[in-house]
């Protein structure tokens, strides 16, 4: 199979909810081919799905790297860390993202999730008041989010 037929097999895949199969089409694309930009978000996306977040992680950074004024690739990369455990390394990998990010109701949110995680409250109700402006859909997501749980106990 050629590396479209592999791609397009890998995406059939996470379509149908099968990550690791996903995953496994993509290891078999050759190495150059595995690092173009296409081929790592299908990764990104899988390693997600699966739960992989320390892979996803390192996927998601290499993709900000390759491709710096891609302002989803921080929210992936730095959502990623966070389910890591490390959202204060989640918070400064999102801040170092583009600047097209500020008009981002998902980059508000996130962020006051990571802040509201290590106990700032104040910035973090701040930057959740401007994603609700942006998108007023995510407030049903916060209703139910465990990160935001600092917030609700200060009401």
Do not use: Q
């Amino acid at each position: 199979m050629d590396c479209v037929g592999i791609l397009r097999s890998a995406m059939g895949w996470l379509e149908l909810g099968l990550p690791e199969e996903s995953l496994s089409e993509l290891a078999s694309l050759p190495a150059r081919e595995r690092m173009r930009r296409h081929a790592l978000e299908l990764r990104l996306l899988a390693e997600m799905e699966a739960k992989r977040w320390n892979a996803a992680a390192d996927t998601g950074r290499l993709l900000c790297m390759k491709e710096p004024k891609e302002a989803r690739f921080f929210i992936h990369a730095a959502y990623c860390l966070h389910e890591t455990g490390d959202t204060l390394a989640a918070r400064d990998w999102l801040l170092r993202g583009p600047a097209a990010l500020i008009e981002d109701p998902l980059f508000h949110y996130n962020i006051a999730c990571y802040l509201a995680v290590l106990g700032d409250c104040k910035r973090a109700e701040t930057h959740l008041a401007r994603a609700f402006e942006l998108d007023a859909s995510l407030r049903e997501t916060a209703r139910e989010d465990s990160d935001l749980e600092a917030l609700r106990e200060v009401e």
